[in-house]
């Protein structure tokens, strides 16, 4: 999976998943999630098992096939949907047609807790698997781009490292991709560390509340100017190691894109009480001289970013806080990759 250090709020085209401003992000470990999938000529549907649970309806289940329906499209070299066809469909044209006929098994597996969203690196790793397993000769530039489509944060999930996610200009999604700019080894020192504050799902998902805070928020197009400022003024900071400036910079992203969701109609508020006061926790423990910074997504859960020599000094000060249900501590994680053990 990866945090979102310049977020991600808004899409300028829904189908294609093509966002309003650009985003970087931190790809991280610890968290992960596995995919196996097999394409057969005889099966009459998608099968679709998440952590030894058969998904048998509902949304969870067609927005994977919808996305495997993409992917058999692409590998026949019958897709429409843009760069998609042009780019990655003509290589793969001598495909067999009778691809689009075939289903899929797909076994996932993430050890993933249920607050924290799992969507980008569930959509990373069932395409990965799904291109290979229809033997696609496409690179991870493309890969990333195909991922997009099942979740925007997908993309930026399929290299390690601080990524970049592109917004691009063009309709057709052909210039939107991710792409990293550090590898894992760059700052080393960074270290993820993710305080579980409340365990249960959100209510309004990702998805609809972008569409809400871009139709309604009367702040949205000065949040799109402001993170595209954002975004230089970061990857300057990361490029110069300059942790200070690093997180001024992360924070107030952050609390400008909770401002979109708050300004919105319906309002969104998704901090709770115990996100704030651990937002003035953060904010004393800097005081004492302890840097660390935080960023909240869409959800009451605080990703909080230090470097590695503080993190047993910070877990100490925060031990004992009655609301804090877990600690997760994460260093940057590595590109996704194959392996040759397979879930089934």
Not at 76 to 94: E, L, P
Not at 240 to 268: A, T, V, W, Y
Request: glycine share 6%.
């Amino acid at each position: 999976p990866n945090i979102a250090l310049i977020k991600y709020w808004g899409k300028r085209d829904e189908l294609l998943k093509l966002p309003t401003v650009p985003s970087l992000s931190l790809t991280i470990d610890n968290l992960y999630t596995q995919a196996t999938i097999e394409f057969s000529k005889e099966l009459d549907e998608d099968n679709y098992v998440m952590n030894g649970k058969v998904v048998t309806g509902g949304k969870q289940l067609e927005r994977i096939s919808q996305h495997l329906k993409l992917i058999r499209e692409v590998a026949n070299g019958s897709c429409d949907k843009g760069i998609i066809a042009r780019v990655i469909g003509k290589d793969n044209k001598k495909c067999s047609k009778d691809i689009a006929k075939l289903r899929a098994k797909v076994v996932i597996e993430n050890n993933f807790p249920d607050a924290l969203s799992n969507s980008s690196s569930n959509f990373t790793a069932l395409t990965i698997a799904a291109c290979k397993a229809l033997d696609m000769r496409i690179n991870n530039k493309e890969i990333s781009m195909i991922a997009r489509q099942g979740s925007g944060t997908a993309c930026r999930s399929m290299f390690g490292g601080i990524v970049e996610w592109t917004k691009g200009s063009k309709k057709d999604g052909s210039d939107s991709f991710a792409s990293q700019i550090h590898d894992n080894k760059h700052w080393p020192e960074l270290r993820a560390i993710m305080l579980i504050l409340d365990p249960k799902e959100k209510k309004v998902k990702g998805s609809q509340g972008m569409k809400i805070s871009k139709e309604t928020s009367p702040f949205y197009e000065q949040w799109t100017k402001e993170s595209e400022k954002d975004i230089k003024d970061i990857k300057a900071a990361i490029k110069q190691k300059d942790f200070s400036r690093f997180g001024k910079i992360m924070e107030s992203n952050c609390l400008r894109m909770h401002s979109i969701m708050i300004s919105s109609s319906p309002s969104l508020i998704y901090l709770k009480p115990e996100t704030l006061v651990m937002v003035e926790k953060i904010k004393s423990l800097r005081e004492n001289n302890l840097e660390c910074y935080f960023t909240i997504d869409a959800g009451a859960n605080i990703m909080l970013l230090c470097q590695e020599k503080d993190v047993e000094k910070i877990i100490e000060s925060l031990d004992g806080m009655p609301f804090i249900h877990d600690f997760i501590i994460c260093s940057q994680g590595e590109d996704a990759k194959l392996y040759d053990e397979h879930l089934f």
